[in-house]
């Protein structure tokens, strides 16, 4: 008898240490990561925001960086993974209900290998884990060790009525400087705010790069708006930049990078 348990727990104590968390992703960069390293079984629920079809079959817990702590509870998870800009007074109705809250930093490119290292010891992918930090690390390395000359001055439009742009705490700026990029409302604000008409004519930007903007909006503002004197879109020098790789911090956004500079240099 104590031979079978002796090997009952030889063939399933390394299952005890390894065992994934099970948890909800209230980020659509995080749920991303989460399908990279392969965990998408960990995965018991989402955002609204996460609307990937490898993960359209679970309930939604909540909303971009809000949860719905009665629908959190039911999915069973353990874990809510959120981006660390994004604080909820729910987190301590689920803390009680012992559900741990995993933040993970996105102000800058740096964050990402950690955040897939972190990721990987959650879902009991490490190994994985670690081989896309490399990956990750190395790109960004590459893209550093070699910037281009002088950098072009660009706007960063994620609206234009009104104009709204991002400050240098967003990581859309980490990374245009890794392209050769710089956002000239780096320093105008925090996060995304709005910016003045008159800022961009004051700081008369080489290019307009814009995310997210529709086709219609952005033709009707810069040409017959009040955008449309700016020389940077007389001289048509602006780049739309894809919403799917800029606005979330995976790996994918270090190629749109190598793309960019490529484009603009």
């Not at 009952?8 to 099970?22: G, H, I, N, R």
């Not at 609307?51 to 679970?58: M, Q, W």
């Not at 709005?194 to 930007?205: A, C, F, G």
């Amino acid at each position: 008898m104590n031979k079978i348990k002796f090997l009952w727990l030889f063939l399933f104590f390394p299952w005890w240490l390894t065992a994934a968390e099970k948890v909800v992703s209230l980020s659509p960069a995080l749920t991303q990561l989460v399908m990279m390293l392969d965990g998408v079984p960990s995965l018991c629920g989402r955002s609204s925001a996460c609307y990937f079809p490898e993960v359209s079959h679970l309930p939604v817990v909540g909303d971009l960086g809000r949860p719905f702590p009665e629908a959190v509870l039911q999915s069973g998870a353990t874990v809510v993974l959120c981006d660390a800009v994004h604080p909820e007074a729910n987190w301590a109705v689920l803390s009680r209900c012992k559900v741990r809250v995993e933040r993970f930093a996105t102000g800058d490119i740096g964050a990402l290998p950690e955040n897939l290292r972190r990721l990987g010891r959650l879902l009991g992918r490490e190994e994985r884990a670690a081989e896309v930090a490399a990956e990750v690390a190395a790109g960004i390395a590459r893209l550093r060790s070699c910037p281009p000359g002088k950098p072009v001055r660009a706007a960063v439009l994620f609206g234009v009525e009104p104009v709204i742009s991002c400050g240098g705490d967003v990581f859309i700026s980490d990374v245009l400087h890794l392209a050769g990029v710089e956002n000239i409302a780096g320093n105008a604000g925090q996060g995304y705010f709005i910016l003045s008409v008159e800022y961009l004519y004051r700081e008369n930007p080489d290019w307009i790069l814009t995310i997210g903007i529709p086709g219609a909006v952005a033709e009707q503002a810069f040409r017959h708006g009040l955008l449309r004197q700016l020389p940077a879109v007389k001289n048509g020098r602006i780049i739309v930049l894809d919403a799917d790789r800029w606005s979330r911090l995976t790996p994918e956004i270090i190629n749109a990078a190598v793309e960019l500079r490529r484009r603009l240099f």
